[in-house]
Nanobody, 120 residues
Framework: QVQLVESGGGLVQPGGSLTLSCAAS????????MSWYRQAPGKERELVATITSAGATTSYADSVKGRFTISRDNGKNTVALQINSLKPEDTAVYYC?????????????WGQGTQVTVSS
């Protein structure tokens, strides 16, 4: 059974920091590309950050570059998102995503999301 369980969300003041964590199980984590997405109220889900299977390459949305850092631990099957200098516009539900290659294609898995609210 595939599981992606996010944690670490909460209410934070502008300028604050958070670390989101995603614990994965039930699929081959070390071969999967991992990403964080977010969805703000009334908006489409957007890609925030991605890290390749071995962690060698990361990429970020322009809106979060320099403030967000994605990392992974293939020994623990976890992926983290360090969020600094939080802004009210970072308020959203943050989702962990895995894309696992298969013989002919790939499979995508999603977590249930964790709420991040930035407000004074």
């Amino acid at each position: 059974q595939v599981q992606l369980v996010e944690s670490g969300g909460g209410l934070v003041q502008p300028g604050g920091s958070l670390t989101l964590s995603c614990a994965a199980s039930g699929f081959t984590f070390s071969r999967s590309v991992m990403s964080w997405y977010r969805q703000a109220p009334g908006k489409e889900r957007e890609l925030v950050a991605t890290i390749t299977s071995a962690g060698a390459t990361t990429s970020y949305a322009d809106s979060v570059k320099g403030r967000f850092t994605i990392s992974r631990d293939n020994g623990k099957n976890t992926v983290a998102l360090q969020i600094n200098s939080l802004k009210p516009e970072d308020t959203a539900v943050y989702y962990c995503n895995a894309v696992q290659p298969t013989a002919w294609s790939s499979r995508a898995y999603w977590g249930q999301g964790t709420q991040v609210t930035v407000s004074s």
